[in-house]
């Protein structure tokens, strides 16, 4: 997975960064700017993964205890209004990195211009789009996978991710729901 | 005007079901291409470099490490600990169950996920013995929120970033407020055996105190490493993060061995997920207070409560009930992206100090935790304990009581937070 390289690769590069100051008193100039753009790859892909994983967090407070046919109404109206998130963030952020194109600058350390750097992101936005109008697809059609609303709350914060607490929290998610 | 519809447009928004990322982002939107002239494209740079902010690169770092700590056999060493220490008092087992969740809650960086690893032993262990059920899924309920306040806490580091407070300074002022929690807890525990003749356990010898604390100080070192290393000024608190992940691999596949290499990939996913969904949040919340600070809106409000002559304490007060509500219906994270920018500014005015203020957000966000509807503790509770949601709420209730009462503590007793930063040489 990709996300899982970039954090690999970020926590690695700043470990060995500390090794090598406190060790040798040295350490390479191009470090933290490639973490950091490390970290921005990861978020803007993870985004859309998230989508897949129904891992974002929503208030479902409200939609949960509406009758069937409003919570269908104020879904897609959630999902045209993440929609039109995502379609000014597209648009945006194309402005963005065609300005930084024209202006063809580098970045401070890496050899690289700017743009490729930042490119990602208006292809990062119209992923989420893409992973958001799959994601309510599949709820309307009532596939596997079926969600009510656009996210479970807090469901990438339950523990039932960690590796070795499996059961338990499968099972409060579980209840929770009943 | 801008200020009404910007925070009209995120409730609207949050309660439609919209994940609170995009509420977020889509607000500040709607507000900036009605009210102002900025374009999208300074908006998309601003989300850019939010992803840029050095000190939120701790983040993924301290997610990665609380992943890898969160195995079972880790839970079972810190219990193994708390009981060599404090088994041998009346209501012993409670007390173990409390300082289990403090020591796990601190090295997995989560509160879920300590009351799923200490409560799943736990709860059925106290039950055994002759306790409750009530009283042992109550208590774990609560022990397990000292994690969001115990450093190393994602919630400060945010809150840090967020206002631009100094992240070590917050780490080390949430140390004497947490403990005090725990202390308070642990006094209701004692309490409460006596009242209702709670068994001990049989006291240790000496050498089981020892290897046992030998065996949970691989864990608990973690926290040591962090603390130390920034206040020795041997890393940022970024670094030290990125330390204290790589020595949780090493522990974990080294020392303990509970995990095999081939479980790794996995864990770094699912740290990258868990990331990634929380930077999306923040990012969002960068341009929301971006909004914020160009319609001049925490200025108006802030204007407003001076006129009002409203002084501190009662401002402090105000902050509390309006947290207290808040959390009950967020997580800890998303309550501190959205309401740090609008009060932060209005209690500098007043003169609270910055890290008391995140210590008192903090600690209400804990509270949120256990409070219904939205406490996610409860619910995890509930699973764990095997025990219906509303039972899990009855019994968490005087657990509350105590953790409301230590809010009014370190709300208005500063000292408390501000002491260790302030001997440690901070401003």
Redesign the interface.
């Known amino acids: 997975m990709f996300i899982a390289a970039t954090l690999a690769f970020m926590t690695l590069v700043t470990f060995v960064q500390v090794v090598l100051r406190y060790a040798f008193g040295t350490g390479f100039v191009w470090s933290l700017e490639a973490t950091t753009y490390a970290f921005a790859w990861m978020i803007l892909i993870g985004m859309s993964y998230c989508v897949r994983t129904n891992a974002h967090i929503a208030v479902e407070l409200v939609t949960e205890r509406l009758p069937a046919t409003a919570a269908r109404v104020v879904g897609f109206a959630a999902l045209a209004a993440s929609l039109a998130y995502c379609a000014f963030m597209v648009y945006g952020s194309a402005v963005f990195v065609g300005r930084l194109v024209a202006l063809g600058n580098y970045a401070r350390d890496i050899p690289l211009p700017r743009w490729v750097l930042t490119g990602i992101m208006p292809i990062a936005f119209a992923l989420l789009g893409a992973r958001l109008v799959q994601a309510a697809w599949r709820a309307a059609t009532g596939g596997a996978g079926t969600q009510r609303s656009l996210a479970v709350p807090g469901a990438a914060l339950r523990p039932d991710r960690g590796p070795a607490a499996e059961r338990p929290a499968d099972a409060a998610a579980e209840r929770s729901r009943r | 005007m801008s200020g009404l519809f910007l925070l009209g447009a995120l409730f609207l ?11 977020l ?2 607000a500040s ?1 709607a507000t900036m291409l009605l009210f102002s002239d900025q ?7 601003r ?2 470099s939010a ?2 902010v ?1 000190p ?2 701790a983040i ?2 301290f997610i ?1 490490a609380g ?1 890898l700590m ?4 880790v839970a079972k060493r810190m219990i193994a600990f708390a009981n060599a220490l404090v088994g041998r008092f009346r209501g012993g087992l409670g007390m173990a169950a409390l300082l289990a969740c403090a020591f796990f809650a601190a090295v997995s960086g ?1 509160s ?2 300590t ?3 200490v ?2 032993i736990m709860i059925a262990g106290m039950v055994r013995s002759g306790y409750s059920k009530a009283f042992g899924a109550g208590l774990i309920c609560n022990a397990g929120t000292l994690g969001i306040l115990i450093p190393p806490s994602i919630v400060l580091v945010v809150y840090g970033a967020v206002t631009e407070t100094s992240v070590g300074d917050l780490f080390m002022a949430g140390v004497l407020p947490g403990i005090s929690l725990g202390a308070a807890l642990l006094v209701t525990v004692a309490i409460v055996a006596r009242r209702r003749n709670l068994p001990r356990q049989p006291p240790v010898d000496l050498r089981t105190l020892l290897v046992t604390a030998r065996d949970a100080g691989w864990g608990l070192a973690l926290v040591a490493i962090v603390l130390g290393g920034i206040y020795a000024g ?2 940022t608190p ?2 030290a993060a ?2 204290s ?2 020595y949780a691999l090493l522990v974990v596949l080294l020392v303990y061995r ?2 095999p290499l081939a ?1 790794v ?17 923040i ?1 969002n919340a960068y341009l929301f207070a971006f909004v914020l600070t160009t319609e001049q809106i925490p200025q108006a409000i802030s204007a407003w409560i001076i006129d009002l002559g409203l002084p501190a304490w009662a401002f402090l007060l105000a902050v509390n009930l309006l947290l207290l509500a808040a959390g009950a ?3 800890p994270t ?1 309550v501190i992206l959205i309401l740090a920018p609008i009060l932060f500014p209005i209690a500098m005015e007043l003169g609270i100090h910055p890290v008391h203020l995140g210590i008192v957000m903090t600690v209400n966000l804990e509270i949120g935790l256990v409070t219904p ?2 406490g ?1 503790n409860l ?6 304990a ?1 025990m219906p ?1 509303t039972a899990v709420i009855r019994a968490a209730l005087p657990w509350l009581g105590v953790l409301l009462a230590m809010l009014a503590v370190v709300t208005y007793v500063p000292g408390l937070s501000l002491a260790l930063p302030e001997l440690l040489g901070a401003r």
Do not use: K
Request: include cysteine; hydrophobic fraction near 60%.
């Open positions: 928004c949050l309660a439609a079901g919209v994940p609170v990322a995009i509420a982002g889509l939107i374009s999208l494209a300074a908006l998309a740079q989300f850019f992803t840029q050095y939120l690169l993924p770092f990665l992943q969160t195995s079972g056999g989560s879920p996920a009351v799923v690893a409560g799943s041997v890393f970024t670094e990125a330390v992940a790589v509970d995990m479980a990939p996995r864990v770094l996913v699912d740290s990258a997920r868990v990331t990634a969904m929380l930077m999306f949040i990012a219906f967020m997580e998303s509807p939205v996610l619910f995890v509770t509930s699973g764990v095997e949601v």
